[in-house]
Every structure is written in structure tokens, then in C-alpha cells.
């Protein structure tokens, strides 16, 4: 890893402006887990600030949507916008982890998270919910969420919930499993290394 892509600024900003939404996001990767979340959807507010937190980076989000319909496409493309800024703010990802495993515990629920930032978006989850909402938020938005993320970020996303009951804890669980394996895997490999791929890109 070059002195140059140690010292690199790891943010980005995205805009994206539809018919249906209109989003703004900033991204700190190196950041001190700050959130500043505004959007039609108080739960995903809440899993966006659990995540800023738990990753340790600065997150910005101001979106708005046609929540007259539902809150799908607000969740959709916010899901979209933080997936773009992650690949945008690691850049070449020279010196970083790559990948990260966790298992995060809420209460009675266990999230299982694996991720590897590759290139490749593919999505792995294999969750049920007992309920269909929490509050106004339908629980398979947290799939659409995910999905789109990973998309975007161009990564491998694995999520399992063994057992869980609540549907509130099952969703915090899997946000702060999420928040925790990117925590990992965005870190910077003191040994440095370059380009963690045999084939020398991602």
C-alpha cells in the first residue's frame, strides 16, 4: 500500500434525483460513527444511526419520497446511494481487510454476517420475520434495503438469523452485524499488501 492511498480521504458524496425520490448522501468511512438521518422512515432512521455507529463511520442522509405509495422506493434508493458512496469511498480498496465475519446478538435474535467487499454484488439472506411491520416499516424492506446496497457497493453480503422472535431485534441485530462486518472489512491492513486479490484488482 502506497503512503498515498494510506493517506487518502475515504468520503464521497451522492445525489440521486428520480421521479419517485430525491436523495443526498455523505460518507465518512474514517470517520467517528456520526449520523445525521432525515427521512420519511423513522425506523430506517434508526437502523441508518445503529449502523454509522457500529461501523464507526460519519454518515449524512437527507431523503425524501413518495411515501404517499410506500416507503419502498425511499428505502430502495437510499439503499442504492450508500451502496454508490461505499464503493466510491474506497476507491481501488489498496490495504483493506476485504472481508469480516460477525455474529451480533439482540436479546433474544442472532444476526450472522459475512462480507466481502469483491466486485462482485450477490446477496445471501436467509432471514424470516414473525411479523410484516414494524410500525409503519414493512419488514422486507430490510432485504430490498440490502439488496440494493450491495448492488451499488458491488459486494458479497451473507445474512443468516438462526432464532429470533422480535421483529424490531431482528432487524436491529442484522443493521448492527452489518455495521460491524464493514468496520472490519473497510479497515486498513497495517501490513498493507496492496490490492487484497490474486488477480490485483476488485
Not at 464507526?56 to 431523503?63: G, Q, R, T
Not at 481501488?92 to 466486485?119: C, H, Q, T, Y
Not at 424470516?128 to 448492488?151: C, D, H, K, S, Y
Amino acid at each position: 500500500m502506497t503512503a498515498e492511498s494510506q493517506n487518502r480521504e475515504r468520503r464521497a458524496e451522492v445525489s440521486r434525483q428520480t421521479k419517485e425520490t430525491q436523495i443526498e448522501l455523505a460518507l465518512n468511512l474514517d470517520g467517528a460513527g456520526r449520523a445525521e438521518i432525515d427521512s420519511p422512515a423513522g425506523f430506517l432512521n434508526h437502523m441508518l444511526t445503529l449502523l454509522a455507529r457500529h461501523a464507526a463511520v460519519d454518515l449524512v442522509v437527507k431523503a425524501v419520497g413518495d411515501t404517499d405509495v410506500d416507503l419502498h422506493h425511499t428505502v430502495e434508493d437510499t439503499g442504492i446511494c450508500l451502496g454508490q458512496a461505499l464503493e466510491e469511498a474506497l476507491g481501488e480498496k489498496a490495504g483493506i481487510a476485504r472481508f469480516a465475519s460477525v455474529a451480533v446478538p439482540m436479546d433474544e435474535a442472532l444476526a450472522e454476517v459475512s462480507l466481502d467487499l469483491s466486485g462482485r454484488p450477490f446477496l445471501v439472506y436467509n432471514v424470516t420475520f414473525p411479523g410484516e411491520r414494524v410500525g409503519e416499516f414493512e419488514t422486507e424492506l430490510v432485504e430490498e434495503f440490502l439488496q440494493a446496497f450491495v448492488n451499488h457497493a458491488r459486494a458479497t453480503l451473507h445474512v443468516s438469523v438462526p432464532y429470533g422472535t422480535n421483529d424490531h431485534h431482528i432487524a436491529e441485530a442484522i443493521f448492527k452485524g452489518v455495521a460491524r462486518a464493514l468496520k472490519a472489512a473497510v479497515a486498513r491492513d497495517p501490513r498493507g499488501g496492496g490490492i487484497p486479490s490474486t488477480k490485483g484488482v476488485l
